[in-house]
């Protein structure tokens, strides 16, 4: 009961006058077959009298029940739409308000986001917005019986049993069967992607070629009917069972129906009732057939309940979401003094950093080495607060980042795994906060000025081939429109700058007229950098290594270079790698 009201109350989010007007129409359609009985019984009983009023009613019923009907779905899909759009809505403030980024990633919390937002694939999938309209259409069934209960207990009370049981227990017998056909499917669904993948790749004109090359044709085709066959084999086996099963639990209904009608016909025949009456009885009493055998709600009350289900599910994960925070501001504030002390934290599994003691010191530039897998990324991470240490503490002037009200307004990050989205190159950098002037000093300072001159819409071009007068970028073109996004954010009052490998992508001239420039346009904010080529962070005005989880080596190039340490061996082997045309990435392997 707790789930169907939950759906019912889910027409908030549709608006007053939708809901208003799709109630209308379904209780409208579920009182059209009592209305007709009772117009029909006027219109036989007229006898020859004035008929006008009779047919008048039994117009204005049938011409109210199509009219219901033909703006029933319209108006049920704009209801189910406004619903999916709120839920989709109420989701996403859900995961993004989690002020750290661990609850997210975990497989349980990604897997539930997966099952409220995707779109419907298959007949079995339905959304909220399904759920909420076919709970508002079952309500009306019960509302179709209990009209036509009232028609037919004009005749004998004994009629309404002898009718609604039987509808009763059919749609509570097929409801079931199917419900379990549901839940078979559901349960192969893997083999139900699988199948569908290898139907993909077979349609697929790449790897059509290559399936033709290497003749592998039939080995594709095996696979799908393999899986194809794994998944629906047990549905039609079902299927079988649930037709003979239909019949048998159709016999009750059928049964109800035929006594009713005899006893009316004998009734009527004895002189107990009019041909009037008769005709209303046998017309309510078919009414509350087609209500039994109207069971295509159930489908969709099943298929959202995983969706219903799965929201619930995240509202407790996150019962309060943080309000999302708005661009940061234009004042300019000094760079904070950062100090992490003793900071530890580990990944399910697997221990990253132990015990850091770490000083970012306001508008200088400190540099992050370490082979991969150090922990570098991660503890820009902790900086940015996107995870929470699990011992010690990250201090800005003094004060505990957890406890700093829109902290991470003040940073601006590149990330190594940045985000190419499919929009315009203006909301790409500015993302919604659109400033002309600082937009085209970013593009200049970020190097992509010669980019934006041969995009044919300039910085309004859609950065997608998929859109339409799209374009792509080069990987070195997509991370300089990264980095330019950081710096509008730094130019929008971010005061530290996080560069998480901010040159991967880029060619070895770009990279170094960018690393020239770095002081420059990143002037009077504190810069953390990392980077796997040593020889880019050489100017920083600070070095630190990360080895073990912890800092291991800090201070200058020249001064880490005279010390002899693991950076001088690191840069020496870089350097000597590099010269003779190798990658300039450093695994640990490298320094055995």
């Known amino acids: 009961m707790r789930e169907r009201l939950d759906l019912l109350g889910l027409f908030r989010h549709a608006g007053p006058a939708v809901t208003i007007a799709l109630t209308a129409m379904v209780l409208i359609d579920a009182v059209v077959p009592a209305g007709i009985a009772i117009a029909v019984q006027e219109l036989v009983a007229a ?353 505990d980042i957890a406890d700093i009200p829109g902290w991470q307004s003040r940073l601006s990050v590149v990330f190594q795994d940045f985000l190419k989205y499919p929009l315009s190159l203006r909301d790409n950098i500015a993302l919604g906060a659109d400033d002309p002037d600082l937009l085209t000093g970013v593009v200049r300072d970020a190097g992509l000025a010669p980019v934006v001159s041969r995009l044919p819409g300039g910085y309004d071009t859609p950065l997608s081939r998929s859109r339409t007068a799209g374009v792509d970028l080069s990987g070195g073109q997509w991370q300089q429109v990264a980095l330019a996004r950081a710096l509008y954010a730094t130019r929008r009052g971010a005061r530290i700058l996080v560069l998480d490998e901010p040159t991967a992508h880029l060619d070895v001239r770009t990279e170094h007229d960018l690393f020239q420039r770095l002081p420059d346009i990143t002037e009077e904010i504190s810069v953390v950098l990392i980077s796997h080529r040593l020889s880019t962070v050489r100017q920083a005005d600070r070095i630190v290594l990360l080895d073990g989880g912890r800092i291991t080596e800090s201070g200058t190039h020249e001064e880490l270079m005279a010390g002899g340490g693991q950076y001088a061996t690191m840069y020496a082997l870089q350097a000597r790698r590099f010269s003779q045309g190798y990658e300039d990435r450093l695994d640990e392997g490298d320094l055995a």
């Open 47 to 399: 006898d020859g009298r004035s008929a006008l009023a009779p047919v008048l009613l039994m117009s204005g019923v049938v011409l109210a029940g199509q009219l219901a009907l033909a703006f029933r779905f319209p108006v049920g899909r704009l209801a189910a739409d406004r619903i999916d759009g709120a839920h989709r809505t109420r989701i996403a403030a859900l995961v993004m308000g989690v002020p750290t980024v661990d609850v997210a990633e975990r497989q349980d919390v990604q897997d539930r986001v997966k099952t409220t937002t995707a779109e419907p694939r298959d007949w079995v999938d339905r959304t909220s917005g399904d759920g909420a309209v076919s709970q508002l259409e079952l309500v009306g069934h019960a509302v179709a019986l209990v009209s036509s209960s009232v028609v037919l207990s004009w005749w004998s009370w004994w009629l309404v049993p002898a009718t609604v049981i039987p509808a009763v227990f059919f749609r509570t017998v097929h409801g079931r069967q199917w419900v379990r056909h549901f839940r078979i499917w559901v349960e192969g669904v893997l083999y139900h992607r699988r199948w569908k993948y290898w139907g993909e790749i077979a349609t697929t004109p790449a790897a059509g070629r290559e399936l033709r090359v290497f003749g592998a044709g039939e080995w594709l085709l095996g696979h799908y009917t393999r899986d194809m066959r794994t998944h629906v084999d047990p549905v039609w086996e079902d299927d079988r069972r649930v037709l003979r099963g239909l019949w048998l639990a159709l016999l009750l209904p059928l049964a109800g129906c035929t006594v009713a009608f005899t006893w009316v016909a004998l009734g009527t025949a004895a002189g107990q009732g009019t041909i009037a009456l008769e005709v209303a009885v046998v017309t309510a009493a078919w009414s509350v057939f087609s209500v039994a055998i109207r069971t295509d709600d159930v489908i969709s009350l099943e298929g959202a309940r995983p969706v219903r289900r799965a929201a619930g599910e995240l509202e407790r994960i996150n019962p309060a979401p943080l309000p999302l925070r708005p661009h940061a501001g234009t004042a300019a504030a000094a760079p904070p003094l950062v100090r992490f002390e003793n900071v530890s934290f580990s990944y399910p599994g697997r221990p990253v950093l132990n015990g850091v003691d770490l000083e970012i010191r306001p508008g200088e530039s400190l540099a992050l080495v370490g082979l991969n897998g150090a922990g570098k990324s991660t503890l820009t991470k902790l900086l940015a607060g996107l995870y929470r240490p699990d011992s010690g503490r990250i201090l800005a002037d003094g004060t």
